[in-house]
């Protein structure tokens, strides 16, 4: 499957109709329903839209995204239609208005074909947390497709749409990107409205697309991206063309203590390597840098996102909407059988790990140094960002596991995101591009760029994709 360009030319051309690529995707998401990648489809009404859009090309007035196929992952609103963060929680809940980034998409004419599973509330590495079960790695079905954003990264490496929406807190985009060998996106922090994310770490979530390439991906950004005033945290500055240009001659860095990591596997450390010698016979500088605080950044991620996720989902209670236990008697009963019986495992740890960061006692302790570190974090990477264009590092330690290895161990699955979390805690973009191939899984390798960067972001990445990679 080409990309959109290509989509759009053959539409152009009358190779194909928007109802007939449709109606392709909808007889394939019937054909893979054992990968659990959708919760809901809505067949019907992308139909009737695609009629709409069809009309609407043969007129010469469609938007940039006409036609093109998108699915949601099940964090994301969309007005009219389900949304439950994949979670027993919110049983039965419906939209009440659309996220300002599906509006957005929808104003250039794309299509929603459905909802997708995830890791309840995007708490989670590998799709195992989902109140509707387990999403299967189309690459091979017996491995994990990452998370939390799992289902979204499947839909996409499964055909069952051309892009699709994922959410970044952590790494759920990138790393699940990385597994299934696919391109995935973390914008800057405020690049894109977080109106209508269901909330797990405000400080942190970003509504992220997945695409098979860095064009397709760098022009969702760009649609999505701008100032929204349901979101004061969303950036009022001005959107520039993402679209990938040539670079010049660059300055790149790696971290050193990512590469020399001991739970770095060693394939792909000499992939990695081999893509960095390409770059330099490519006339780039490309350096290795020292990031002494790579063992402060599971930790700190961990207290600060577990203390918001507390705060964020209290306000699932079973009083007003979504599941209600049928064993409540009374106000407290209603309030503690809704919530144990309601939350995953997953979700009932880190609430209550956020909980006690929190406490009285422990503020200081444990929520306030982490707040600290994270400073110290962003003044780190600042003074890289001095010296250097684009900062490199492996997206994953290893290439997609297999269901239940870490599952008893959530220390060990944490450790997954022990490359993705520092642009999240800094608020810096983002981008993982496929690389290599370890026994015939995929892993990608990842370029952070500073912040509102994402131009020059997804040029080096195409360059690194398609001119190092090969």
């Not at 203390?307 to 909407?321: K, T, V």
Request: aromatic share 10%; proline share 3%.
């Amino acid at each position: 499957m080409g990309n959109i360009t290509s989509y759009h030319l053959k539409l152009k051309e009358g190779r194909t109709t928007v109802r007939k690529t449709v109606e392709g995707f909808l007889a394939r998401i019937s054909e893979t329903k054992d990968l659990n990648a959708f919760l809901a489809v809505y067949a019907d009404e992308a139909l009737e839209r695609s009629d709409a859009i069809d009309k609407k090309l043969a007129s010469g007035n469609a938007g940039r995204l006409a036609g093109v196929v998108v699915g949601i992952k099940d964090n994301i609103c969309y007005e009219g239609h389900g949304v439950q963060g994949a979670s027993k929680i919110l049983d039965g809940f419906e939209s009440l208005y659309s996220a300002t980034a599906v509006e957005k998409l929808l104003a250039e004419d794309a299509i929603i074909i459905g909802r997708l599973n995830c890791d309840e509330f995007a708490m989670g590495s590998s799709n195992e947390n989902s109140a509707f079960g387990n999403v299967l790695n189309p690459l091979d079905k017996t491995r994990v497709p990452g998370g939390s954003s799992g289902g979204s990264a499947v839909a996409v490496a499964a055909d069952l749409c051309h892009v699709s929406l994922g959410s970044e807190t952590g790494g759920s985009v990138r790393q699940p990107a990385s597994f299934c060998g696919l391109v995935g996106i973390k914008p800057t922090y405020g690049r894109i409205s977080r109106h209508g994310l269901l909330a797990f770490a405000s400080s942190f979530d970003q509504i992220s697309p997945f695409a098979k390439n860095v064009e397709d991906a760098a022009l969702l950004t760009e649609v999505m991206s701008g100032n929204d005033e349901f979101d004061s945290t969303a950036s009022s500055r001005e959107v520039p063309s993402y679209a990938p240009k040539p670079i010049g001659k660059k300055k790149f860095a790696y971290l050193k203590d990512c590469v020399e990591s001991e739970a770095l596997d060693a394939t792909i450390k000499a992939r990695f390597m081999e893509v960095v010698e390409k770059l330099r016979a490519g006339g780039h500088t490309v350096d290795a840098v020292d990031f002494p605080l790579l063992d402060h950044l599971i930790p700190t991620y961990y207290i600060l996102t577990t203390a918001e996720a507390s705060s964020n989902l209290s306000r699932y209670d079973g009083m007003r909407y979504g599941y209600r236990s049928e064993k409540a008697t009374d106000l407290e009963s209603t309030y503690k059988l809704s919530r144990s019986e309601g939350f995953g495992t997953e979700v009932k740890r880190r609430i209550m790990l956020g909980t006690f960061v929190l406490s009285a006692g422990y503020y200081d302790a444990y929520y306030a140094k982490a707040q600290r570190v994270r400073r110290l974090l962003k003044d780190r990477t600042d003074a890289l960002f001095a010296d250097y264009d684009f900062l490199l590092s492996p997206t994953t330690p290893d290439v997609a596991f297999k269901f239940g290895e870490n599952s008893d161990d959530p220390v060990k699955m944490y450790l997954e995101d022990i490359f993705t979390v520092m642009a999240n805690l800094v608020g810096i973009p983002a981008i993982s591009v496929p690389v290599g191939q370890k026994n015939g899984l995929p892993f990608g390798m990842q370029v952070m760029a500073n912040q509102f960067e994402e131009a020059e972001m997804f040029s080096a990445a195409k360059y690194i994709m398609e001119d190092c990679a090969n």
